[in-house]
């Protein structure tokens, strides 16, 4: 199953320090962030069920709280 991973992934689980940690998951979380609204869109212009769009809206909004908390960390670490 490692060798489905993509190498970014595997340094996100694997890194000590908070700094690298902190930008791995936040490329990662974007990534999939991307990829499910850009999957919603397809979908909603597709004509799908309202109900299959509903899903997709509810699993990307905590994915974008984290997105935007990674964002503001790496932010405040940048300032401070």
């Known amino acids: 199953m490692t060798g489905l991973l993509p190498d970014r992934i595997r340094d996100a689980i694997a890194n000590t320090s908070v700094f690298a940690a902190s930008k ?34 509810v699993v990307s909004a905590p994915l974008l709280i984290a997105v935007a908390l990674t964002i503001v960390a790496r932010f405040a670490i940048v300032i401070h």
């Open 24 to 57: 791995s998951f936040g490329v990662v979380a974007l990534s999939l962030l991307v990829m499910l609204l850009l999957e919603r869109e397809t979908l909603r212009m597709a004509g799908f069920q309202r109900g299959r769009l509903l899903a997709l809206t």
